[in-house]
């Protein structure tokens, strides 16, 4: 059995009540209910995302990290920030796989372009095609390998309609990778400055 999007029902914007300008993508959050997926809504896993203190922050100096993935929404909404991620299923995985369970259970982007090859994408041109009032479109990751394949289209379709594409640090643990050592900063300190450096203007 697929391992679909926990929140596939959102993936195609089809149920915001705005109009977005920017477009936010992830990759996946598999919904199998054997994972301990806790998340509520997107990047929900907070005990090692900062999504949700990084993104607030640009827009209105505020931290909802904590705060009920309700604020999360009405955050989007206010700003006019969607967002979906780049897979709506992984169809090659089987829920009964001890070994299969395993890989989607540490929510590793590197473990899903390892082991599994027959992936259903959300059809992101589709959506930027249904909101031509999105201007700017931001990936969560560095965009290398599998991810950087799915990545690329969506990019040359953005220069040709003129729609600002770009990658951003990724804002789980793992950013902590890319800290020089003698950088005097906290993780979240540390994301927030690189997105500031990359997000349009405000």
Same mark, same amino acid.
């Given at each position: 059995?697929?391992?679909?999007?926990?929140?596939? !029902?959102?993936?195609?914007?089809?149920?915001?009540?705005?109009?977005?300008?920017?477009?936010? %993508? #992830?990759?996946?959050?598999?919904?199998?209910?054997?994972?301990?997926?806790?998340?509520?809504?997107?990047? #929900?896993?907070?005990?090692?995302?900062?999504?949700?203190?990084?993104?607030?922050?640009?827009?209105?100096? %505020?931290?909802?990290?904590?705060?009920?993935?309700?604020?999360?929404?009405?955050?989007? !909404?206010?700003?006019?920030?969607?967002?979906?991620?780049?897979?709506?299923?992984?169809?090659?995985?089987?829920?009964?796989?001890?070994?299969?369970?395993?890989?989607?259970?540490?929510?590793?982007?590197?473990?899903?372009?390892?082991?599994?090859?027959?992936?259903?994408?959300?059809?992101?041109?589709? %959506?930027?095609?249904?909101?031509?009032? %999105?201007?700017?479109?931001?990936?969560?990751?560095?965009? !290398?390998?599998?991810?950087?394949?799915?990545?690329?289209?969506?990019?040359?379709?953005?220069?040709?309609?003129?729609?600002?594409?770009?990658?951003?640090?990724?804002?789980?643990?793992?950013?902590?990778?890319?800290?020089?050592?003698?950088?005097? !900063?906290?993780?979240?300190?540390?994301?927030?400055?690189?997105?500031?450096?990359?997000?349009?203007?405000?």
């Amino acid at each position: 059995m697929a391992c679909i999007h926990k929140f596939a !029902s959102d993936l195609n914007l089809e149920r915001i009540d705005f109009e977005p300008t920017t477009l936010i %993508i #992830g990759t996946f959050n598999p919904g199998w209910d054997n994972l301990d997926n806790y998340a509520p809504w997107f990047y #929900g896993r907070t005990h090692n995302n900062y999504f949700w203190d990084v993104l607030p922050r640009l827009y209105e100096n %505020i931290n909802l990290r904590q705060a009920p993935h309700t604020e999360w929404k009405a955050f989007c !909404s206010r700003n006019q920030v969607a967002l979906t991620d780049l897979l709506y299923s992984i169809d090659d995985a089987d829920s009964n796989n001890e070994a299969h369970v395993r890989h989607l259970k540490n929510y590793r982007d590197d473990a899903i372009a390892r082991y599994f090859q027959h992936l259903t994408e959300v059809n992101i041109r589709a %959506i930027l095609e249904n909101h031509p009032t %999105i201007t700017h479109v931001y990936l969560t990751r560095h965009a !290398s390998g599998l991810w950087q394949q799915k990545w690329l289209p969506i990019v040359q379709w953005c220069h040709k309609n003129s729609i600002t594409a770009q990658t951003l640090l990724t804002p789980s643990g793992s950013a902590r990778f890319q800290m020089q050592k003698n950088v005097d !900063s906290s993780l979240r300190d540390f994301i927030f400055k690189q997105w500031q450096h990359k997000w349009h203007h405000l």
